[in-house]
């Protein structure tokens, strides 16, 4: 394992694939930089939604009171998916689109026709976006 998923337990009890963990490494490395966005490129059934719940706990474990960490994917079902993934890791998940919207929680799973909505509720609350993490971004249609 690495230094970073030792120090901070990123996988949980969770036994990470090895590009798991040097994907893990160089986006948290890459996130010290400032003005990086990295990308991590992975197959299908790679594990990507493992690795994206690992940054997640990571960064969770950095938030202050009203910071915010926005996970976006194409779709709800998407949506559905990944935050039950993301929550087997970390303890405030939510999600927004539709009727179900959950913009008080430390992690918010939603879907990019839903972005607009959720940006505009977070700061009426106050809240900081301190994370975008895109799931799928090759799908998403803004840099």
């Known amino acids: 394992m ?3 998923t030792d120090k901070f337990g990123a996988w949980d009890g969770m036994v990470p694939r090895r590009w798991q963990v040097e994907a893990l490494d160089a986006t948290m490395a890459a996130l010290r930089v400032p003005g990086a966005a990295p ?10 939604s493992h690795l994206l719940a690992a ?3 990571l960064a969770e474990s950095k938030c202050g009171p009203n910071d915010v ?10 949506v559905r998916q990944l935050s039950k993934t ?3 890791r970390c303890k405030s998940v939510g ?16 879907c990019n026709p839903s972005l607009l909505s959720l ?9 900081v976006v301190r994370g975008l993490v895109c799931d799928e971004a090759h799908s998403s249609e803004s840099p």
């Open 2 to 4: 690495s230094s970073v």
């Open 39 to 48: 990308l991590v490129v992975a197959a299908t059934g790679g594990g990507k």
């Open 55 to 57: 940054v997640c706990r």
């Open 69 to 78: 960490i926005v996970v976006s994917t194409p779709t709800q079902n998407l």
């Open 86 to 88: 993301i929550a087997t």
């Open 95 to 110: 999600v927004y689109y539709g009727d179900r919207k959950q913009p008080d929680r430390k992690i918010v799973v939603t």
């Open 119 to 127: 940006a505009l509720d977070l700061a009426s609350l106050g809240r």
